[in-house]
């Protein structure tokens, strides 16, 4: 079964950066990053368009990290990269990148195909 590859996890201290990388797969439209902390429901936090980078296009964020996380990609090499900027507690979760057919954005797990494993990833005080 094809899966995406996450990796760059870690922990940083409040206020402070760390970036996350998501190998996908051919053949898939969107790149999301959601999170989920113990106990709450699974947030999508970023989302990229990855099919075809001469269509304009602007990521999608989550309220939650507007203005703190930015998204990139290297298209060649099917990465797309969640830098996480001024970090919080808060941000402490399992950090993980789907793919998505569709053809249009969205931050619903059901609507994503595809799933890597997750990756750690924390804001820690």
């Known amino acids: 079964q094809e899966q995406l590859v996450e990796s760059g996890g870690g922990s940083v201290q409040a206020g402070g950066s760390l970036r996350l990388s998501c190998q996908y797969i051919?053949?898939?439209?969107?790149i999301t990053w959601f999170r989920q902390i113990p106990g709450k429901d699974r947030e999508g936090v970023a989302s990229?368009?990855?099919?075809?980078?001469?269509?304009?296009?602007?990521?999608h964020y989550a309220d939650s990290v507007k203005g703190r996380f930015t998204l990139s990609q290297e298209k060649d090499k099917k990465m797309v990269y969640l830098q996480m900027e001024n970090t919080q507690p808060e941000d402490t979760a399992m950090y993980c990148c789907a793919a998505r057919v569709g053809l249009k954005h969205s931050f619903r797990s059901e609507d994503h195909r595809y799933w890597g494993q997750g990756i750690q990833g924390t804001g820690s005080s």
């Open positions: 051919r053949g898939v439209n969107y």
């Open positions: 990229s368009y990855v099919c075809n980078l001469n269509a304009p296009h602007t990521p």
